[in-house]
């Protein structure tokens, strides 16, 4: 089993399953200071319909601090609940940090989350890495 608090090596990574590969590697390339949906993460993943399933990987995630899970919010922008990064409002203070604003509790999703040209560059940069392996 996968720790989510220690990094893992070269040979326990290679028990994560393609579509948590994939996922992870979606997330990595969240810019700073903006977020993605899971159905964005989803679908650069391959299945827009997997959104719970990234829920899932994201909680698991193998490399806290390489992998910015919290990057990830729902479609309307709320940050997950107060199990994940340690506490509740830890995930929004992360946010803040980057400069992402919330508004009435959640991200300002006009202002933050990815837009059609950086999601169509993300999976450009999902195909490059794909095609290197």
């Known amino acids: 089993m996968i720790s989510s608090t220690t990094n893992c090596s070269t040979e326990s990574y290679s ?3 393609p579509i948590a590969q994939k996922i992870y590697s979606a997330v990595r390339l969240i810019p ?20 719970r399933y990234v ?9 806290p601090g ?5 990057r990830v919010v729902n479609a309307e922008g709320f940050c997950s609940g107060s199990f994940a990064f340690g506490g509740a409002g830890v995930q929004q203070e992360k ?3 980057e ?7 959640h991200v300002d999703m006009e202002r933050f989350c990815v ?6 560059g993300m999976r450009g940069e999902l195909e490059e890495i794909k095609n290197k392996i």
């Open 115 to 120: 837009d059609e040209d950086e999601f169509e």
């Open 66 to 70: 390489v992998i910015p899970c919290h």
């Open 32 to 51: 700073r200071g903006k977020v993605a949906t899971y159905s964005q993460i989803a679908a650069l993943a391959g299945n827009k319909n997997l959104r």
């Open 99 to 105: 400069g992402v604003v919330f508004v009435d509790g």
């Open 55 to 63: 829920g899932n990987a994201l909680h698991k995630n193998p490399e």
């Open 15 to 17: 028990a994560i399953s």
């Open 95 to 97: 946010l803040e940090a």
